[in-house]
């Protein structure tokens, strides 16, 4: 339900974005891991990639339950519009199958299904997060911390077709922003530090442990307006 209410949240919020937003140019493609180069493989990528475009383009995570929808991923090889193999490495075992879908064909679709349709031009979003360690220390989440976190925010960004970035927190983000910004939600600190990068909203988090996993506040703004809610879940991740 929560997951439901934060779609709609982001649905509400994209349409106030429209000079402000950045043009999202990959909402039409999939990359799907397969482990040969075969039609029957490939007509099920086709099936998976389908789907991740239409959640992407809905952000609905429950599309796939809509009626027409279900039949069109009977036939997902007919929205293909062009694919190609890569091998991620040269000694990989599998292959990643890129899928290109006929963007006129997916927006008549969506229509077809009576479902949302998010447009190419959306809000990048700037992520203050900070994860309050079992040692009760908070440590900010930034782009290059290489943590199973951060890569988790990137995927949800990438799943949802959302912009989202992580802060730097080099010397000069760390002369402006403490942990404890965060924690506390100082906007007026968070706004200002976060000018170097052009962000149209900013998302704020603190998750910290409980003694049954994990709490989570948060904080989206966007201009003026303002939206409030807390998760609970056994891992960071889950969040």
């Known amino acids: 339900m929560k ?4 779609v709609g949240l982001l649905l509400a919020l994209f349409p106030l974005t429209s000079a402000l937003a950045v ?3 990959s909402l039409y493609e999939a990359d ?3 482990t040969a180069q075969s039609d029957d493989e490939r007509d099920q990528a086709a099936e998976q990639g389908l789907m991740q475009v239409l959640i992407k383009l809905s952000g609905d995570p429950n599309i796939g339950q809509n009626p027409v929808v279900k039949e069109a991923i009977k036939r997902a090889s007919y929205y293909v519009q062009e694919y190609s193999y890569a091998s991620p490495s040269p000694s990989a075992a599998q292959y ?3 899928l290109h879908y006929d963007a006129n064909e997916i927006n008549q679709l969506l229509k077809q299904a009576g479902a949302a349709h998010w447009g190419t031009n959306r809000p990048l979003i700037l992520a203050w997060v900070t994860l309050i360690t079992p040692q009760h220390t908070p440590e900010i989440i930034s782009s290059d911390s290489g943590s199973s976190l951060s890569e988790a925010l990137e995927q949800q960004g990438k799943k949802y077709g959302v912009p989202l970035i992580l802060p730097m927190m080099d010397v000069d983000d760390m002369n402006k922003v403490s942990p404890d910004d ?3 939600m100082v906007l007026p600190t968070l706004e200002a ?3 170097r990068y052009a962000p149209d909203a900013l998302l704020v988090g603190n998750i910290e442990p409980n003694d049954n996993g994990f709490d989570s506040k948060w904080q989206l703004v966007l201009g003026d307006d303002q939206w409030d809610w807390t998760l609970a879940g056994k891992t960071p991740n889950e969040i």
């Open 3 to 6: 997951k439901l209410l934060l």
């Open 23 to 25: 043009k999202v140019s």
């Open 32 to 34: 799907i891991p397969v």
């Open 96 to 98: 990643v199958i890129q």
């Open 182 to 184: 965060v924690v506390n």
């Open 193 to 195: 530090a976060a000018q």
